[in-house]
């Protein structure tokens, strides 16, 4: 066999995907890569109905429960209505969004039993009466993430306007999950022990990032009808870590620990065309109506993996080989003519040293959007000479709620094509085999996500407390179910959902100072523990390379507080 060249040693206590091999009772086994779910779980497009995300970044809409679209007065609308950046002076604006999510999972077997690790694990008389597999949940999940955004306007007469937005995803950031938990054997003796964590084949951490930069214009045709376009350029680079699960034999469907082996990927796509296109009518003095429609091309990553063999033996983390260990079982294993070396500690193997840079390719569909916003806006009475005194002066026509109007409520309807993106393609165009796993890589390790097209709608709005000087806004949101409970994953929760909340913006000169707050609702998902989600095996033809038993079985909950803080510098 050939040795792995390069590798380092190392016990991984993260992973994010779904990948095994069959080690036992069957033919040689594969390190499999299996991305499933988690992709979408990266910082991904900027949209809530993208079905991992909530809206929206900018603390205006945010604060507003998303319902912002006929609204749209900040640079921001260079990605979300550039037809509104006409009717902007120019400006800049930056703001954060701090999410805090908590996630949890109670994995179940078929028709609702339980579960458990190993059949060793099971009660007598077939083992040794251990607890299953207890709740799991995200760590981290009292820790804000950190989710920027950045975007600027160029009002350059009456009628054009130039804008860019560098603007993440509304997503919750990073997840990560524990990679053991703890159950307790009482034969033959009352005794706690650590068992892999019952998510571990869904992720035990999913991060990365994606901008979409976009560049738009914004044009008023008339006094009352403005059009918009903008160019995206993205760029993804992602960083992933993958379980993988030893499968036995087909009359054997159940989890088996001691063989997991890890996976890490890394990939990036630098350049992922898209635009966005929307229109933005004043129809009378109080009602507003605009349209935005998204498309983006397909995310198309490549780079290199990283393979662990082993994570743990008997339910704890292996320990970590030294270079000597390795050397000698290699040369061991091709004395004996062994195809893999006799190895109980953890080896890392390299994709780039085995076969060269940039062969595994990741493909990711990204959903279209589009959106409908009808507003309804109460004008201000004329302002008494005082208050001009007070108010910016501006050399082109603006829209400004804060000085202009008493009060407004916006309604949107949304939709995205979220059926498109039912499978990602992950593919291994060069195989190697890693050292410590008797097999190779897979040529195919795509996975399904089961995501459909959902539908939404948004209410919310501002009322001037002082104008021109403090306004405070509130909305609602609610969105369709993106996925069928037989579909659940860890690495999201895009059930039916929701939230509420408000916000406020305060006036400094020049200068708008903003902040809010969102509590975020799940109905979540249950299969009764009848998951369609399989790992990818080594060997199986159910279908070929895939487990034979779901590993995505039981209930999941989530929930949310976002905060969202930012400003807004008119000239």
Known sequence: MRRARGFHTRFASSDALTHSCRTRFAKPCVAALGLFGALFAWEGESRASTAIEYPDNGVAQFSRGGAWLATATDPLAAFYN???????????????NLPMQKICYQRKGPGGADSYADPSLKPPPDGTDADPY????????????????????????????????????????TLEWPLFGKTTSRIPVTSERPVPAAQRYLSTKVEGTILMPTLSFG???????????????????????????????????????NNDNLSELHVKDLFIPGFVVSTHYS?????????????????KAKGDADITAVLNRNGAPARICSQAEVDAAIQAAQDAGQETPDLSCSVTTHSEDEVGKD??????TVPMEGRLGLRYHEPAPRPTPLELEHFRKDDVSVRDPLRDDVYDVELN??????????????????????????GLTPANADRPTGWKDTFGAR??????????????????????????????????VPALRGGFGGGF????????????????WNAGLDNGGDGKLKAIAGAGNDPANRSFHAVNGGSITQHANVFSIGGVARF
């Open 82 to 96: 550039p037809a509104a950046l006409a009717t902007q002076p120019t400006s800049l604006g930056i703001g954060f």
């Open 413 to 438: 309807l949304t939709w995205a094509n979220n059926s498109a993106a039912d499978n990602i393609e992950v593919r291994f165009t060069e195989q190697f085999q890693p050292v410590g796993v008797p």
């Open 359 to 364: 062969k595994v390719h990741v493909n990711i």
């Open 283 to 299: 129809a009378t003095d109080n009602l507003e109506v605009a349209g935005w429609f998204k498309w983006l091309d397909r995310i």
């Open 459 to 492: 209410l919310g709005g501002q009322y001037n407390v002082l104008r021109n000087r403090l306004g405070l806004r509130a909305g609602t949101w609610v969105e369709t179910s993106a996925v069928d409970d037989e579909y659940l994953n860890v690495t999201g």
């Open 505 to 520: 913006v305060a006036r400094f000169g020049h200068i708008d100072i903003e902040a809010g707050y969102q509590h975020i």
């Open 134 to 173: 207890e709740e799991v949940c995200n760590e981290h999940s009292n820790f804000p993430r950190f989710i920027p955004n950045l975007a600027f306007n160029w009002r350059v007469n009456e009628s054009l306007a130039i804008g860019i937005a560098i603007n993440p995803p509304a997503s919750y950031g």
């Open 219 to 257: 044009y008023a045709i008339t006094d009352s009808l403005r059009v918009g376009a903008g160019f995206i350029s993205g760029i993804a680079i992602l960083d992933l870590n993958a379980v993988s699960m030893s499968t036995v034999a087909e009359s054997r469907a159940y989890d088996e620990f």
